[in-house]
C-alpha cells in the first residue's frame, strides 16, 4: 500500500461525496472513520521514515538534539500503529528513526 497521509485521505472522501453528492454529509465523520480503520498504516522497526515523521507530529516541542535513543524507543512503543516486537529494536534502528527526525528538522520545515 503506497502511504497517503490521513489529511488527503479526508480530502479526497470529502471532495468525491461533495462531488457526487451520494451521502448526506451528516454521515461524514462516520465515513472518515471507516476509511481510518482501512487505510490505517502499521508501522515496525522497518519504517524508521514513517516512524520519525509520527513522532516528529506528536512531539512538536521537542528538541531533537536533546532526545535520547531510549525516548525515541519508548515513544514509538506508544504509538497507535505500532505494531512489531520490542526485543527487535536496536541501536542501528533507533538512531536510523534519530537521524530521519533531525534530517527532516533541518530540510523539510
Not at 13 to 34: G, M, Q, R
Amino acid at each position: 500500500m503506497s502511504f497517503i497521509s490521513r489529511d488527503y485521505t479526508h480530502f479526497f472522501i470529502f471532495t468525491n461525496i461533495y462531488l457526487h453528492n451520494s451521502v448526506d454529509l451528516c454521515h461524514l465523520p462516520a465515513i472518515i472513520h471507516v476509511c481510518d480503520e482501512k487505510y490505517r498504516m502499521n508501522l515496525n522497526w522497518e519504517s524508521t521514515y514513517a516512524i520519525a515523521m509520527e513522532l516528529r507530529r506528536q512531539h512538536k516541542d521537542v528538541n531533537i538534539e536533546e532526545v535520547s535513543l531510549q525516548q525515541i524507543y519508548k515513544w514509538t512503543l506508544e504509538l497507535s500503529e505500532f505494531e512489531d516486537d520490542p526485543a527487535l529494536a536496536n541501536d542501528d534502528i533507533l538512531y536510523a528513526i534519530y537521524q530521519d527526525w533531525f534530517e527532516e528538522n533541518i530540510h523539510g520545515k
